[in-house]
T-cell receptor, first 116, second 106 residues
Framework: GAVVSQHPSWVICKSGTSVKIECRSLDFQATTMFWYRQFPKQSLMLMATSNEGSKATYEQGVEKDKFLINHASLTLSTLTVTSAHPEDSSFYIC????????????FGPGTRLLVL | RKEVEQDPGPFNVPEGATVAFNCTYSNSASQSFFWYRQDCRKEPKLLMSVYSSGNEDGRFTAQLNRASQYISLLIRDSKLSDSATYLCVAPSHLFFGTGTRLTVIP
């Protein structure tokens, strides 16, 4: 089946630094990718929709200047958490829809971010 | 009201038991629903799609009740390996429920 990878799988950083997370579709092309955030014991919350060749669409309450998204190619989307703070510590997951039906989502393994 | 609501559980059931979860949704126009399974500290994995006619896959059965706006997941003959959090999703993967935690006990 289709595979989505994320890198890094975990990161620890100091408050104020920026962290870049990559999401790659390994064997299929994805014009759209989704970025989610999941806090402990909570549901996945959609942060933004990454669109290849155009600006990302952010969900209400998500700061676009803090969470920079770049869909550089049909297989790569990046999420940069700028000036990270401890409250940004979370599990960040990307997903990409099946290229044929657009209904099945393939999730990356997630990135655990801990901001000290 | 949240788009999707689930009973967080936890559900603790003995091996071999039958267990059912419900998930209510608020948008009556929603067409497609999904059940995902998420193991601790892992990404969600698709378990089943749920359409108007329902869906059955082995020990798992998913149903859609449009009149009452809920979807259900039934697991028969529970296995230890079924222990996980089950997430319902609607529509089009934009809204996830908080998940229902299932623990199957030996």
């Amino acid at each position: 089946g289709a595979v989505v990878s994320q890198h890094p799988s975990w990161v620890i950083c100091k408050s104020g630094t920026s962290v870049k997370i990559e999401c790659r579709s390994l064997d299929f092309q994805a014009t759209t990718m989704f970025w989610y955030r999941q806090f402990p014991k909570q549901s996945l919350m959609l942060m933004a929709t990454s669109n290849e060749g155009s600006k990302a669409t952010y969900e209400q309450g998500v700061e676009k200047d803090k969470f920079l998204i770049n869909h550089a190619s049909l297989t790569l989307s990046t999420l940069t958490v700028t000036s990270a703070h401890p409250e940004d510590s979370s599990f960040y997951i990307c997903s990409a829809p099946d290229g044929t039906t657009q209904e099945t989502q393939y999730f990356g393994p997630g990135t655990r971010l801990l901001v000290l | 009201r949240k788009e999707v609501e689930q009973d967080p559980g936890p559900f603790n059931v003995p091996e071999g038991a039958t267990v059912a979860f419900n998930c209510t949704y608020s948008n009556s126009a929603s067409q497609s629903f999904f059940w995902y399974r998420q193991d601790c500290r892992k990404e969600p994995k698709l378990l089943m799609s749920v359409y108007s006619s329902g869906n059955e896959d082995g020990r798992f059965t998913a149903q859609l009740n449009r009149a009452s706006q809920y979807i259900s997941l039934l697991i028969r003959d529970s296995k230890l390996s079924d222990s996980a959090t089950y997430l319902c999703v609607a529509p089009s993967h934009l809204f996830f429920g908080t998940g229902t935690r299932l623990t199957v006990i030996p």
